[in-house]
């Protein structure tokens, strides 16, 4: 089969896109010459993948935005550009992901076969598929996708987000004008998706504060605290919190806050996008984990401490359609998290690194 162009369909978050980039090198190494193009859904997945010299071209469509009748035409025009392979990224347990697959009229459509609606999400409308495997991380999992491409590699590499001096300058400078550049940087996020519920992953912002306070009083830290628009209040409240030792990033392109990340010593998240762009700058990192998996999506290749509680229920997340929900109601797997739980995780990584 004579392979001209390819689409990536990535329409899920920052750190779900972030996740197929060790793919993505894999597969312009399988096919040198060929167009290879991102399908992204989210602005946030466009600026990730700006730059990557993997690609030849992303495109940025907000389907739920546009509507139903602009995105058929937008799918049209998409189709006019004949396809030889579509490759839906992991996960894609959606129908309305794999329908946008069959639109666009690729020969070859890619894809997984689910352990968890499968039927309902129409995912045999891919012509291509590779079974999910329980352990696997989800970054291996697009590695097995691109497998039936025959693309194989036993040690894949790093996530990948390409900065440029701009940034690299930005954050230098953000730095300097605070007076922090040389203190002792610890990196938080405190917030995490909304979307199918999934603000059930949180640890509480008052814990945050706590562990904030304590940083300061035992290292004379300064916490940076990053998040998106839908987390201003949140990193307000733990900013004024912290008496002058906390420096809120707003206002920032997702490049500068990767640059400023990296500047960080070490970074303290919830299960999020943010974690994973940690990961892609080395960024050693403290994972706060509920009810979704570790094991799919760990901090990739770099330090890492996963702080959990491993109840009969855990982990209880899995990739559909279905809102993030808790058959006791409480999500105590991530409420019950203590603050010192944290601090000992933290601790155990600095002696590490």
């Known amino acids: 089969m004579s392979v001209k162009k390819i689409l990536v369909i990535s329409l899920a978050g920052i750190g779900n896109t972030l996740l197929f980039t060790p793919a993505l090198r894999l597969l312009r190494r399988g096919f040198p010459a060929a167009y ?35 995105s058929l ?17 992991y996960p894609a347990n959606r129908r309305e992901y794999n329908l946008i697959s069959l639109l666009v009229g690729a020969k070859l459509r890619l894809g997984h076969r689910y352990d968890h609606l499968d039927l309902l999400s129409l995912n045999f409308l891919n012509n291509r598929r590779v ?3 329980y352990p696997r991380h989800d970054v291996e999992e697009n590695l097995a996708l691109i497998g039936l491409l025959g693309i194989r590699d ?8 390409f900065l440029d001096e701009g940034d690299e300058k930005f954050a230098g400078d953000w730095l300097v004008k605070r007076g922090i550049a040389r203190d002792f940087k610890v990196g938080f996020h405190a917030g995490c998706a909304r979307f199918k519920n999934q603000a059930k992953r949180r640890w509480a912002e008052g814990k945050f504060i706590q562990l904030g306070k304590a940083l300061v009083q035992r290292y004379k830290a300064k ?10 209040q949140t990193n307000q409240r733990i900013d004024q919190s ?4 906390g420096y809120m990033v707003k206002g920032t392109t997702i490049k500068q806050t990767a640059a400023l990340m990296k500047r960080c010593d070490l970074f303290v998240t919830n299960d999020s996008g943010l974690m994973h762009i940690a990961a892609a700058v080395g960024l050693p990192t403290v994972a706060i984990f509920g009810p979704t998996n570790p094991g799919w999506v760990h901090p990739w290749k770099t330090k890492y401490e996963i702080i959990r509680r491993d109840f009969s229920c ?20 991530i409420e019950s998290i203590s603050v010192e739980e944290v601090l000992e995780g933290i601790e155990k990584l600095m002696g590490r690194s």
């Open 73 to 89: 035409k937008f799918l049209t025009q998409l189709r006019a550009c004949r396809y030889d392979i579509s490759i839906n990224a």
């Open 154 to 161: 036993d040690s894949p590499g790093k996530l990948e987000i």
């Open 131 to 133: 079974s999910e495997s």
């Open 314 to 333: 855990s982990p209880c997340f899995f990739y559909s359609a279905r809102p993030l929900s808790c058959q006791y109601g409480d999500f105590r797997c």
């Open 36 to 70: 290879i193009v991102a399908l992204v859904m989210f602005k946030g997945a466009a600026e990730i993948l700006e730059g990557n010299p993997h690609l030849n071209e992303v495109i940025h469509w907000n389907f739920i935005k546009e509507g139903a009748f602009r």
């Open 242 to 245: 912290l008496e002058g030792d």
């Open 223 to 232: 916490i940076l605290i990053f998040g998106g628009p839908d987390e201003v």
